[in-house]
């Protein structure tokens, strides 16, 4: 029997008033895939939750999670079984940019390549990050 790959993209919108760019983030997603060659072979399902959400939350995400105080534009968690979440403050967002699509669709690449296991903790990395994000999102 043939093995099933599935790389899905799951999105959900807490932020009244903001309408998803679902078409853009879909194809963030796909060049995300191709690029960085995750959820091929083996094991190698891929399925990430896309969550927007407003800074209450984000601050409760960033406190538990991270130990840090107030909010952050994205966060990205890593489970088993090839799930992976995204976090993305919208008040966040909105403070950092006049662009708010363009900046949302560079945090999610972001948050997937932290899901990739890429981090940046140097300068280097950081550029890195940066520079992978900017490909991701064309």
């Known amino acids: ?18 309408r998803v760019p679902r078409k853009k983030l879909a194809v963030v997603f796909e060049r995300f895939l191709k690029r960085e060659k995750v959820g091929g072979g083996v094991g190698g399902n891929f399925n990430v939750n896309l969550i927007f959400v407003r800074d209450g939350k984000m601050t409760e995400l960033n406190r538990e999670y991270r ?13 088993e079984d090839g799930l992976g979440e995204i976090y993305i403050s919208l008040d966040e967002v909105r403070r950092n940019s006049s662009d708010i699509i363009n900046e949302v669709l560079a945090l ?3 948050g997937l390549l932290h899901l990739a296991g890429h981090t940046h903790e ?9 520079e992978k994000a900017n490909e991701i999102c064309g």
């Open 122 to 130: 140097t300068d280097r990395k950081m550029k890195t990050m940066i």
């Open 67 to 79: 130990g840090r105080k107030g909010t952050t534009d994205v966060l990205s968690f890593n489970y």
């Open 1 to 18: 029997m043939a093995e099933i790959i599935m790389r899905k993209l799951k999105i959900f919108n807490e932020v009244n008033g903001f």
């Open 108 to 110: 999610f690449a972001h």
